[in-house]
């Protein structure tokens, strides 16, 4: 004995939020685009782009966090490409954001004040360049360790 059935039908395009099968996400790190080779030690650079990345928190069980990329170039070796350094944006006394204000002779914003690209952007710090190993530690890449003021 057979039971009658209605043919199966394929389901029709999925429409608004439902259409949406998540989020495209940049990878972690990659930021830095430079492509010269830096000798460890202090040279002058300048903050040519300011950037908002959410990426894994690492500390906190891979929770989202939100971070301020900060992208220099040396000073005269602009062609070279973009160094990276990161914060959050947490004023708390062990965050690096605001020394990076500091760095860059600008005022720490207040609480709940916006940070505006057009403040930060063409300031001068002093970049401490120490090359650290890939991970296949087959080659070495100049990395941002700290900013001292200009």
């Given at each position: 004995?057979?039971?009658?059935?209605?043919?199966?039908?394929?389901?029709?395009?999925?429409?608004?939020?439902?259409?949406?099968?998540?989020?495209?996400?940049?990878?972690?790190?990659?930021?830095?685009t430079f492509t010269g080779t830096?000798?460890?030690?202090?040279?002058?650079?300048?903050?040519?782009?300011?950037?908002?990345?959410?990426?894994?928190?690492?500390?906190?069980?891979?929770?989202?966090?939100?971070?301020?990329?900060?992208?220099?170039?040396?000073?005269?070796?602009?062609?070279?490409?973009?160094?990276?350094?990161?914060?959050?944006?947490?004023l708390h006394e062990k965050s690096?954001?605001?020394?990076?204000?500091?760095?860059?002779?600008?005022?720490?914003?207040?609480?709940?004040?916006?940070?505006?690209?057009?403040?930060?952007?063409?300031?001068?710090?002093?970049?401490?360049?120490?090359?650290?190993?890939?991970?296949?530690?087959?080659?070495?890449?100049?990395?941002?360790?700290?900013?001292?003021?200009?």
């Amino acid at each position: 004995m057979s039971i009658p059935t209605e043919p199966a039908t394929l389901p029709g395009k999925p429409a608004g939020a439902d259409d949406v099968v998540g989020t495209a996400k940049a990878s972690a790190g990659g930021d830095s685009t430079f492509t010269g080779t830096q000798k460890n030690g202090v040279v002058p650079g300048v903050l040519v782009e300011m950037k908002h990345k959410t990426s894994a928190n690492p500390f906190n069980n891979g929770e989202p966090r939100d971070q301020i990329v900060w992208l220099f170039a040396i000073k005269g070796r602009e062609a070279e490409g973009l160094l990276a350094w990161y914060t959050s944006y947490s004023l708390h006394e062990k965050s690096k954001f605001p020394p990076t204000c500091e760095a860059l002779g600008k005022p720490v914003p207040d609480d709940g004040e916006g940070i505006k690209k057009s403040a930060f952007i063409g300031a001068e710090c002093q970049l401490l360049i120490k090359n650290e190993a890939a991970k296949g530690k087959t080659k070495t890449f100049p990395k941002v360790k700290e900013l001292l003021s200009a």
